[in-house]
């Protein structure tokens, strides 16, 4: 993972990380920022953020983050002590039908931080830029998305950047499909629930949590306010061909092609969202802005990762 301490952070935010112990404040602390947490306590920062449920921030409390509830029944009041001390803030949260949660409740409390943050950043998805027939994408390509709840990331996504105006660092992060260890295709082929399904052409990218980890560490590293990264490893893949990796690595039975015109009729709308969008997505931008090794550059080394840990 790359360290957040590298010659490379600009002199101003060094000498501000170098005054005070360095706080990551986090709306949202699920999967994926929950790895970044933990890779940021043990290099000796300071955690803090929001999650919907009231058993999980005692969880995270234990783990050593100072964790808030935040839901559509329960709305910090004191937000602006939350967020005291914070050098750098993340939202993961995704929008609703009625906008970006985070920014409806607490914009102005945040733009009140804009002189004192040194790095803001919020977790998109590669959803934004639709259906492209295999071609591959990049940063500045137009955004086209093909369905509801990926037009609503497009608008939250621009609102966040739009705050760059006001002087918040923000960043953007358009991730691919997530996977590590307890969220993986080996999860769902021990469960007798994997699927291999035919759909000709069609091409899907994906990313491991802890590569997404790596990358904003090194974006904390080298701050670019109002940049854009697409976040995905080196090799798209048809589905069935990682499902039928993932059966090799667990000796199993590799389970039947079966034709997607079959079973669309009784996908869920998420399903059918990520069976209708077909893309590459180039990550050449991580690599050569931010420096970005990758730990995991394909599906193969990430799931024989997910297998080893489970084992262990």
């Known amino acids: 993972m790359v360290s957040v301490f590298t010659s490379t952070t600009d002199k101003c935010s060094l000498s501000r990380m170098k005054s005070s112990t360095p706080r990551l404040f986090c709306f949202g602390l699920g999967y994926t920022a929950q790895v970044l947490a933990a890779g940021l306590i043990a290099k000796g920062w300071s955690v803090g953020g929001t999650c919907r449920d009231r058993p999980t921030v005692t969880a995270l ?13 329960h709305i910090p009041q004191d937000i602006s002590r939350l967020l005291s001390g914070a050098t750098h803030l993340l939202s993961s949260i ?7 949660p985070v920014l409806a409740c607490f914009e102005r409390d945040i733009l ?36 509801d709840r990926s037009a609503r990331r497009v608008r939250a996504e621009g609102r966040w950047l739009g ?16 996977y590590g260890p307890g969220r ?17 052409g069609h091409m899907f990218s994906r990313i491991h949590v802890d590569d997404i980890a790596a990358v904003i560490e090194a974006s904390m590293a080298r701050p670019d306010p109002g940049a854009v990264y697409n976040v995905c490893d080196d090799e798209a893949a048809a589905p069935g061909d990682v499902v039928a990796y993932a059966c090799d690595l667990l000796e199993m ?44 550059p394909t599906y193969r080394e990430g799931l024989k990762a997910c297998l080893a840990q489970a084992d262990t």
């Open 112 to 147: 009140g931080l804009a002189g004192t943050l040194i790095w803001a950043g919020y977790l998109s998805t590669t959803g934004v830029y639709g259906s492209r027939d295999g071609a591959t994408v990049r940063e500045g390509d137009a955004l086209a998305p093909t369905s």
């Open 94 to 100: 995704p929008p609703g039908r009625d906008g970006d």
């Open 61 to 73: 409390r234990a783990a050593g983050i100072e964790a808030y509830q935040f839901g559509p029944d």
């Open 184 to 200: 993986n295709v080996l999860d769902d082929v021990r469960a007798g629930r994997a699927r291999r399904i035919d759909k000709p």
């Open 253 to 296: 039975d590799v389970p039947p092609v079966q034709a997607f015109a079959d079973l669309e009729p009784e996908m869920s709308a998420m399903q059918r969202t990520f069976w209708a969008d077909n893309k590459r997505v180039d990550n050449t931008r991580i690599k050569d802005e931010l420096g970005v090794k990758l730990l995991y």
């Open 163 to 178: 705050l760059a105006d006001a002087g918040l660092p923000i960043h953007a992060f358009r991730l691919a499909g997530i």
